[in-house]
């Protein structure tokens, strides 16, 4: 199917996307629910390719993979486990079996606890939240939280994650240590970045009359280390193995999520993932959004090539969405080996970055719009925003959004680009200057249109992209839940750590790393 999908490809390949436009195609294009569109008939899929992505996925078993999934099968096959983030927002408690086991009630009663004890934070003296963590850990919660800041009314959330010491000290600068509560989110509890901050955040608290035996509270799977570090079972928050880091905010790690906007906000969260769960299982084909969204994002990059591609939400506060799909994307599927040991057979996954429009129009669009590579851009609007007497900021904003992937398939001819300043230049200025003023257009992009960002929605868009994700990774023959291409890197810092300390000799190291830790011992 590989092959035919390059060869069509190749033979639509000069094609206007424009003219591919009926009276049928916006809608015949388009996956609409209840609760939000998604519109990719500004691509150059026809019905002839949708068709070719459709059974390129169900020839991959895309559906049977799905079920396994939902069903508590070990499809994490390099680790041996299941994948069953989905049961953290299965709210309605069915069961879910993992080795005959029915995982819901621990996930119920753990969702019960944090409950509990984020009503008794909100409604106490802690005026700021710390979480430290990293990755998984991180992104989520600290992208949700700006997410949905109309929402918020409890304590202010701070997220600090690099090792780098000006992140924990810029953070706790001008916190009061006696008014702040320390959440320690690590599913291993042994990653080395959140647990130098953790000693770091206790030394703080216990340097500015802060009581960390209160004050710090743990989210994790290993049990025995989080006791270790010293913080009581009441304060731990489990999980298991079956929640992988960048899938895992809707159990324990959205904590510090919950203390913003409360447990019903939270819980709204989980409903907008559990209701795409549900689509995701009973769509058919062409009417499945995630599944759609994965066969857009293989057309563009294993079948076309593209090797990027943008996320672009015209919501200021999804300012940390297009960082939170680089690991939910990047980690999940940037992987050149099969399932089964062999070579990936196509490209992996793209590289995934982006901002919020407008921000973005006045920065990299340029090189979208003029550049030499082709792009294919996620737009993300909502009809509405939070700020109803600001409308007319909330009408540009959708208008510039709506405007960019107008632009980007329409394009400006030659000619077009001449009659623009053909009052202000003639001969070959006209010409030259014109050349300029081209855009070649036919460049594809996707929009993903919702009433609000509301919690519900939120759940909905996260949702989404993870099922996005597995449907590419099915389709690539991956396993979308390890990430021993991280492990490497670990390692290596490790053994650097006393080289950098002076404790250790760099001889054994390659010429490039012995001179820069010359460099560094030189001028320290
Ligand atoms: O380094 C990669 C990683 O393992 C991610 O997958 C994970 O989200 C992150 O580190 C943090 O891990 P932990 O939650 O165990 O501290």
């Keep these: 199917m590989w092959d035919a999908l390059k060869a069509k490809a190749e033979a639509v390949s000069g094609r206007a996307i424009l003219g591919l436009f009926d009276d049928t195609r916006a809608d015949a294009f388009a996956v609409q629910t209840q609760h939000m569109r998604f519109d990719y008939s500004k691509t150059n899929i026809d019905a002839e390719t949708r068709d070719m992505l459709l059974e390129l996925a169900s020839s991959a078993g895309v559906a049977a993979r799905r079920d396994a999934m939902f069903s508590g099968n070990k499809i994490n096959e390099t680790e041996g486990r299941a994948v069953l983030h989905t049961a953290l927002r299965n709210l309605d408690g069915g069961p879910v079996l993992v080795d005959g086991e029915d995982v819901m009630p621990g996930v119920l009663e753990t969702l019960d606890r944090m409950e509990a004890y984020a009503n008794e934070i909100r409604g106490g003296a802690i005026t700021d939240v710390v979480n430290i963590g990293i990755g998984g850990s991180d992104l989520g919660p600290a992208m949700a939280v700006q997410a949905l800041s109309p929402y918020h009314d409890g304590p202010r959330c701070h997220f600090v994650s690099n090792v780098d010491g000006a992140h924990i000290a810029d953070t706790l600068r001008g916190l009061d240590a006696k008014t702040t509560l320390v959440i320690v989110a690590s599913k291993t509890f042994t990653t080395i970045e959140t647990m130098t901050n953790a000693r770091t955040a206790r030394a703080w608290m216990l340097d500015h009359d802060g009581d960390p035996s209160a004050q710090f509270a743990a989210l994790s799977t290993n049990l025995e280390k989080t006791s270790e570090f010293g913080i009581p079972a009441e304060r731990v928050f489990g999980f298991e193995d079956w929640v992988g880091g960048r899938y895992s905010m809707w159990g324990p790690i959205g904590l510090s999520l919950m203390m913003?906007?409360?447990?019903?906000?939270?819980?709204?969260?989980?409903?907008?993932?559990?209701?795409?769960?549900?689509?995701?299982?009973?769509?058919?084909?062409?009417?499945?959004?995630?599944?759609?969204?994965?066969?857009?994002?293989?057309?563009?990059?294993?079948?076309?090539?593209?090797?990027?591609?943008?996320?672009?939400?015209?919501?200021?506060?999804?300012?940390?969405?297009?960082?939170?799909?680089?690991?939910?994307?990047?980690?999940?599927?940037?992987?050149?080996?099969?399932?089964?040991?062999?070579?990936?057979?196509?490209?992996?996954?793209?590289?995934?970055?982006?901002?919020?429009?407008?921000?973005?129009?006045?920065?990299?669009?340029?090189?979208?719009?003029?550049?030499?590579?082709?792009?294919?851009?996620?737009?993300?609007?909502?009809?509405?925003?939070?700020?109803?007497?600001?409308?007319?900021?909330?009408?540009?904003?959708?208008?510039?959004?709506?405007?960019?992937?107008?632009?980007?398939?329409?394009?400006?001819?030659?000619?077009?680009?001449?009659?623009?300043?053909?009052?202000?230049?003639?001969?070959?200025?006209?010409?030259?200057?014109?050349?300029?003023?081209?855009?070649?257009?036919?460049?594809?992009?996707?929009?993903?249109?919702?009433?609000?960002?509301?919690?519900?929605?939120?759940?909905?868009?996260?949702?989404?992209?993870?099922?996005?994700?597995?449907?590419?990774?099915?389709?690539?023959?991956?396993?979308?839940?390890?990430?021993?291409?991280?492990?490497?890197?670990?390692?290596?810092?490790?053994?650097?750590?006393?080289?950098?300390?002076?404790?250790?000799?760099?001889?054994?190291?390659?010429?490039?790393?012995?001179?820069?830790?010359?460099?560094?011992?030189?001028?320290?």
Aim: glycine content about 10%; proline content about 5%; aromatic content about 8%.
């Design 260 to 524: 913003a906007v409360g447990p019903d906000g939270f819980r709204a969260f989980l409903r907008g993932g559990q209701d795409m769960d549900t689509h995701f299982r009973a769509a058919e084909g062409a009417e499945n959004m995630p599944l759609m969204l994965a066969l857009v994002g293989i057309w563009h990059r294993q079948v076309l090539g593209h090797a990027s591609r943008a996320v672009l939400p015209y919501d200021q506060r999804l300012g940390q969405l297009p960082a939170y799909f680089q690991q939910l994307e990047m980690e999940s599927n940037g992987k050149s080996v099969t399932m089964d040991g062999g070579a990936v057979p196509v490209e992996s996954g793209p590289v995934v970055w982006g901002a919020p429009g407008t921000n973005g129009q006045h920065a990299f669009y340029q090189l979208i719009h003029q550049g030499t590579s082709v792009i294919p851009c996620e737009f993300m609007i909502a009809c509405a925003g939070h700020e109803p007497e600001l409308r007319h900021h909330h009408d540009l904003l959708v208008a510039n959004c709506f405007a960019q992937s107008e632009a980007l398939m329409r394009g400006r001819t030659l000619d077009e680009a001449r009659a623009k300043i053909a009052d202000k230049f003639d001969g070959d200025e006209l010409e030259r200057q014109a050349a300029h003023r081209v855009f070649a257009g036919n460049r594809p992009s996707t929009t993903l249109i919702y009433p609000k960002l509301d919690p519900f929605t939120l759940g909905q868009i996260v949702a989404l992209y993870e099922h996005r994700v597995s449907v590419e990774g099915v389709i690539l023959g991956i396993n979308s839940y390890d990430q021993w291409g991280v492990e490497l890197g670990k390692e290596l810092a490790t053994a650097l750590q006393p080289i950098v300390e002076g404790d250790a000799s760099a001889d054994d190291k390659d010429g490039s790393t012995r001179a820069l830790v010359s460099y560094l011992h030189m001028n320290r």
